[in-house]
C-alpha cells in the first residue's frame, strides 16, 4: 500500500468510510499555492472564500434572529399583564414604546 502522495496530483489526503490512513485526492490539480498542487475543491483559496461566506451567511441569520426575538420580548412586556379586551387595544406605538425601554435598559 503507498502512501506517498503523487507530486503531479492534488496534495490533498482525503478520508472515506472506514479509511483511517486516507487517500489522495484523485482529481486534477488546477491550482498551485505556495508549490503545492491542488485541485479546485481543495484550493486554500476557495475553501477560505467559501469559509468567509458561510460565515457572512451565519452572522446574517445570527442578527435576524436576534431582531426576532427582540420584537417578541417587547410584544410579550408590552401585553403583560392585560386582558383579552385591552389586548385589542394595542398598538404598534405601544410595542414600540417597549422596544425603547428594553434597548435603553429601562
Aim: proline share 5%.
Amino acid at each position: 500500500m503507498n502512501r506517498e502522495l503523487n507530486p503531479q496530483g492534488c496534495q490533498t489526503r482525503i478520508y472515506g468510510n472506514r479509511d483511517c490512513f486516507g487517500h489522495q485526492c484523485p482529481k486534477k490539480p488546477t491550482v498551485t499555492r505556495d508549490g503545492e498542487l491542488y485541485c479546485k475543491i481543495h484550493d486554500p483559496e476557495y475553501i477560505k472564500q467559501k469559509k468567509t461566506e458561510q460565515r457572512a451567511k451565519w452572522d446574517k441569520e445570527d442578527e435576524e434572529r436576534h431582531q426576532l426575538n427582540t420584537l417578541v420580548m417587547a410584544r410579550k412586556k408590552a401585553t403583560q399583564g392585560l386582558t383579552l379586551t385591552e389586548l385589542s387595544k394595542v398598538t404598534p406605538d405601544l410595542i414600540r414604546q417597549a422596544i425603547k425601554e428594553a434597548e435603553t435598559g429601562a
